[in-house]
Structure formats: C-alpha cells, structure tokens
C-alpha cells in the first residue's frame, strides 16, 4: 500500500509538472502573437512591451529574445537623431537589440534568425559608430550573415533578409578607400558582390521595396542606370509591407528624377 501511494505521488508530480510546462508553453506562444500583431501594426513599442513581458515570465526563451532585440531595433530606427544626447540614446537602444540577440544566439546557435538578428543590431551600431571605428563589428555582421545562411533554416524571408544584410554590408563598406580598408581587415568589400546578394534577396522574396532600393544605389555606383531604374520603379509599384515604405518611394522618386538622362 505504502509503495502504490508512492508511485501514485510521483505520477502525480510528473503530471502536474508535464501540465505547468505545456500550460508555460502555450501562454508564451499567446505572448508572442500579440507582440507579432503589435509588430505588423508598427506599434512597436507594444510590441516591445509585450515581448518584455513574456522574458520576465519566461526567461531563457530563444523565439521572446530575438523578438525582443527586433523590436528595439525598430524602436531604435524612429528615434530622433539631432543631438548628441539623441545620439547616445539611440546607440544605447541599438546596443540593447545587441544584447538581446547575443542571448537568443547562445541558447539557439543553430537557427538562422537569432544570427540574422545579432548582424542587425550589430549593423546598427557599425553605421552609427562609423565602419573604420568598428571594424570587428563589421566582420562580425558578414559572419553572422554567412552563418545564417548557411544553416539556411529559416524562412524565406529571414533568409532573404541575410542575403540583403549581406549585400548592404559589402555596399556600405565598399564606400570606402579600398587600401584603408585592406589594412583593418575589411578588404573583402566589392559593391559587385553586393549587386549579387541583393538579387538573391530578392529572388526568395520578391517586390520588398527595400531590397529593390538598395540594389538600384549599388547599380547606380556601377552606372547601370537601365537596371536602376526598373528597380526603383518596382520600389514605386510594389506593396507596402514596411512602416518605412513611404519614405523609400519618396527616395525612389527622387533618384529617377536623378538619373532619368543617364
């Protein structure tokens, strides 16, 4: 008798603590919703709320963390910027979605968006701070983006979204004194190389305004104006899915007005 109620004791324990982890599981995954509906609404700071919420309630999350990091870089974007003071604020927003996305690569190094996350928030800081000043960070963007790629196990977009973090990477770098850069490492910038990534990016996902944005710039540094130009006309012509897609077609506009004789 004493050895049944043991028995029945520990199922009981097993059972109850079987139910609180799937009863866990389900309240995170309803957390996450509403931080997703917050995020497709450009109510970021919700979302940002919401995410914070299910952290503290359930720390060590993975899918909360890297949710976390995006949504402080999305806060981060729509700062003001006109003081040092507004500066700083932001760096110390930027360097938050670092944080958090160092986490969600820790607890999950074999996903691709925890690694695609950790390059945005660092290439936040990489074009704040200033490539020659951060020159590690930099390399440390690239090998985020190869790595995500590779693992190649996310969806199309977060795959997409490696291929064009890539491509901006090699852009923005490229700007800059080819011999300057060989001497901090960052020689391996070609705004060719850029071209061929952007495309990638959008071949898995096509007619983001965007992808479509930048790889008309990186055609124009290259004079390719014909190809410039049908890619900032697709900026124009296709669906809004971003907040800042308003301000893409008004630059999209104004480069064709730019380049419309070359």
């Not at 974007?77 to 930027?94: F, I, N, R, S």
């Amino acid at each position: 008798m004493n050895t049944l109620k043991i028995v029945s004791s520990i199922f009981l324990v097993i059972f109850f603590f079987a139910y609180n982890i799937t009863l866990n599981a389900q309240m995170v995954d309803k957390l996450i919703e509403e931080g997703d509906n917050y995020t497709e609404a450009y109510n970021n700071q919700k979302a940002l709320d919401t995410y914070l919420k299910a952290d503290k309630l359930y720390p060590n999350n993975w899918e909360v963390l890297w949710r976390v990091s995006r949504a402080y870089v999305d806060i981060g974007e729509h700062m003001p910027e006109k003081t040092d003071d507004e500066k700083d604020a932001q760096l110390v927003v930027y360097q938050k979605a670092l944080d958090f996305a160092e986490k969600a690569v820790k607890l999950a190094p074999d996903k691709s968006i925890t690694h695609v996350r950790r390059a945005i928030a660092n290439g936040r800081i990489a074009l704040f701070k200033g490539v020659f000043s951060v020159a590690g960070v930099v390399n440390s963007v690239k090998e985020d983006c190869d790595k995500a790629i590779k693992l190649n196990n996310g969806d199309a977009y977060t795959i997409a979204l490696a291929h064009y973090i890539l491509a901006r990477t090699h852009a923005k770098t490229s700007e800059k004194w080819a011999p300057a850069r060989a001497v901090i490492g960052l020689g391996w910038a070609d705004n060719e190389i850029a071209i061929t990534e952007y495309n990638k990016a959008i071949n898995l996902y096509p007619n983001f305004k965007m992808f479509h944005l930048d790889l008309a710039r990186s055609y124009i540094r290259e004079d390719e104006f014909v190809k410039a130009r049908e890619n900032l006309k697709k900026v124009i012509d296709s669906p809004k899915r971003d907040e800042d897609d308003d301000h893409r077609v008004a630059e999209a506009k104004k480069l064709l007005e730019e380049i419309k004789n070359e």
